[in-house]
């Protein structure tokens, strides 16, 4: 029997630069973020195999824009998982900012 969703819990660990989510205390997936000073730019994000096809992802990248939300930053949606998320839940419109040149090339200099 596969893990449910429901049974999911999602944590940012700071000092990865991360949201994990994670099923029964296994870690299930991650939304890699960078913050550039009050945005948080999302560049990857990830559910390992073993647990695909059960919406974590979209639970973990829904639960990280509500915490940054929350938090007063804005996102960045470099990673492609977390733009498509973006244009089809308009509700975190309001906190979204564009990808840049700029960005990327920032980014870039932060992933070395």
Do not use: N
Request: aromatic share 8%; with cysteine; charged share 30%.
């Amino acid at each position: 029997m596969s893990p449910s969703s429901s049974s999911a819990t999602v944590r940012r660990t700071d000092a990865k630069h991360r949201y994990e989510i994670l099923v029964d205390g296994e870690r299930a997936g991650l939304a890699a973020y960078r913050d550039h000073g009050d945005q948080r730019v999302f560049y990857h994000t990830e559910v390992d195999e073993a647990f695909a096809g059960q919406g974590l992802a979209s639970r973990l990248v829904r639960e990280a824009l509500t915490d940054v939300r929350e938090s007063g930053k804005r996102v960045v949606p470099v990673c492609p998982y977390v733009a498509g998320f973006l244009r089809r839940h308009e509700e975190f419109a309001d906190i979204t900012d564009p990808v840049t040149t700029e960005i990327e090339h920032w980014l870039d200099g932060q992933l070395g």
